[in-house]
């Protein structure tokens, strides 16, 4: 396969984002920002499930194509893959508080994938790649300041 006959497809990434209970504040902010990433064209959801375990340990998933409603991500699901298996979901059941609430994004980060074909087609192959989660940037920025104003 050449270059110009490579499928243009950027990294697919996913987050699963639990919401304890007493702290589901469901405001539709959240399915702003993914629309709002959607248009701007930096990403393409892939898949995208919610998962409620209850206070028993029932566990109830609803796929993304089957949510409707205006402040839905059902206006999403066109050309959705079924990404996130059973068994990924019981997984992630596991690993839930119960009482909580967990959306699962599966999404392909459309930015790259111009960026992979340059690379590519100049001799480039990708040898590692990472992620530093937000929630250990804001832990670290939140470390210095203390040590900056222990310091002063």
Same mark, same amino acid.
């Given at each position: 396969m050449t270059d110009d006959e490579a499928p243009t497809i950027g990294p697919i990434d996913y987050v699963?984002?639990?919401f304890p209970p007493g702290e589901q504040n469901f405001s539709g902010e959240v399915i702003d920002e993914i629309r709002a990433l959607v248009d701007a064209g930096t990403i393409?959801? *892939?898949? =995208?499930?919610?998962?409620a375990k209850d206070e028993d340990g029932d566990v109830e998933a609803v796929e993304l194509s089957e949510l409707d409603g205006p402040d839905s991500l059902g206006t999403l699901a066109e050309d959705l893959a079924d990404f996130l298996a059973e068994a990924d979901i019981a997984t992630? =059941?596991?690993a839930m508080e119960p009482?909580?609430?967990a959306g699962a994004l599966v999404?392909?980060? *459309?930015w790259a994938a111009p960026f992979a074909v340059a690379a590519r087609r100049a001799g480039g192959r990708l040898v590692a790649d990472g992620r530093i989660h937000?929630?250990?940037i804001a832990a670290a920025l939140a470390a210095d300041a203390e040590n900056e104003e222990q310091e002063a």
């Open positions: 699963i984002i639990e393409r959801v *892939v898949d =995208a499930i919610v998962i992630l =059941a596991e009482g909580s609430v999404y392909e980060n *459309v937000s929630q250990d």
